[in-house]
């Protein structure tokens, strides 16, 4: 009895100050319980998760990873286009919650691919922001000048959708608003100037971000983390999309879940960053370019889950176009995975 109060007395504490305001969510030891308003996310090693309601107490395993967070909502101020930050879209949103029909949540695989410690809200606004961008980039999405009300509510329903497929978040509201009184624009354009210091011309073209000499190991491990984990989930959201019309693009999506599950087997069987074979070092050049092939199969992971949320939307006469986008993004993502097992030039090749 006197061991059980010394447990008890032992326990340690959570700090919950500023979640569900500045932070999402934090990490959490075993043996704490959960503040009033926060959810247990339990990470094992593996990637399975499970969750814990308010006021449990965590009981970790061996392996198991824990954090608690808070549904929200949340309100940011996100920028559409990175070339005018004078307009911006004000968002508030929430975390989603249980649905009964998944195995896994998605914002439960969003923490256990991709949460490395604390999840603040500014880290979570970039993030979204940048899969934002990167659609109305791709033509994805359209947020035209003038919007009409159909407009609008057509880049609603694709916006909502794709916060819902790539983080598992549900937005409450989404209105414009202008920055301009807001942001500093020769600090914008500081900032700017550092990051891409090279002057653009007509026949420049910038280095993609995932060849950035400055990453590292780590770098590399979370982005084999990222497709160890969400590649499987990627099938599965695949294989329940809307079945697709006509032996043609059924066949065209048997082939694409083939090619995937191939790339599962790739990323599980991904060799060491620093062996070219067991007991043999690799060149540090060798390891920089292997990590770059590693942000690229992470960056082919973004586009889809956006390409999935766009599925969920899609009508009959859209499938073709989506599956042709799959099949590219599969492509880049095959080529990628095969490139970071490669051990010389001509293997990559």
């Not at 009033?36 to 499970?50: D, E, K, L, N, Q």
């Not at 896994?104 to 979204?128: C, K, N, V």
């Not at 407009?151 to 983080?167: K, V």
């Not at 590219?328 to 490139?339: F, S, W």
Request: glycine content about 8%.
């Amino acid at each position: 009895m006197l061991e059980l109060f010394r447990r008890m007395a032992g326990a340690p504490a959570f700090e919950a100050v500023g979640l569900g305001e500045q932070v999402v969510a934090r990490p959490i030891a075993s043996g704490c319980t959960l503040p009033p308003g926060g959810v247990g996310v339990v990470v094992a090693a593996s990637g399975h998760t499970r969750r814990v309601t308010a006021g449990g107490r965590l009981n970790l395993a061996d392996g198991e990873r824990a954090w608690c967070f808070h549904s929200g909502p949340y309100g940011c101020e996100l920028l559409p286009f990175a070339a005018a930050p004078e307009i911006g879209l004000r968002v508030h949103f929430a975390v989603d919650s249980i649905d009964p029909r998944v195995a896994q949540q998605r914002f439960d695989l969003f923490l256990a691919s991709e949460a490395d410690g604390e999840l603040t809200l500014p880290d979570l606004a970039a993030r979204i922001e940048t899969a934002l961008q990167r659609e109305l980039a791709q033509g994805n999405l359209a947020l035209p000048p003038c919007t009409t009300l159909d407009e609008w509510n057509a880049f609603r329903g694709g916006f909502n959708q794709l916060l819902y497929t790539r983080f598992g978040v549900t937005v409450d509201d989404c209105v414009p608003v202008d920055l301009r009184g807001t942001r500093d624009y020769a600090q914008a354009l500081l900032a700017r100037a550092v990051a891409d210091p090279v002057p653009r011309g007509p026949a420049f073209v910038a280095p993609a971000k995932h060849d950035v000499p400055s990453a590292t190991a780590a770098d590399d491990a979370r982005a084999l983390r990222r497709l160890f984990l969400e590649l499987p989930c990627i099938m599965c959201g695949l294989r329940q999309a809307a079945l697709p019309q006509g032996q043609g693009l059924f066949r065209q999506q048997q082939a694409l879940l083939q090619r995937l599950d191939l790339a599962c087997l790739a990323a599980a069987t991904m060799p060491a960053l620093a062996l070219a074979a067991p007991g043999q070092p690799l060149a540090p050049a060798v390891q920089a370019r292997r990590i770059g092939y590693s942000l690229r199969a992470a960056g082919a992971l973004d586009e889809a889950w956006a390409l999935l949320a766009r599925l969920e939307q899609a009508e009959d006469e859209g499938l073709d176009g989506l599956f042709d986008e799959a099949d590219r993004i599969v492509a880049n993502l095959e080529q990628a995975l095969g490139r970071r097992k490669a051990v010389d030039d001509e293997e990559a090749a």
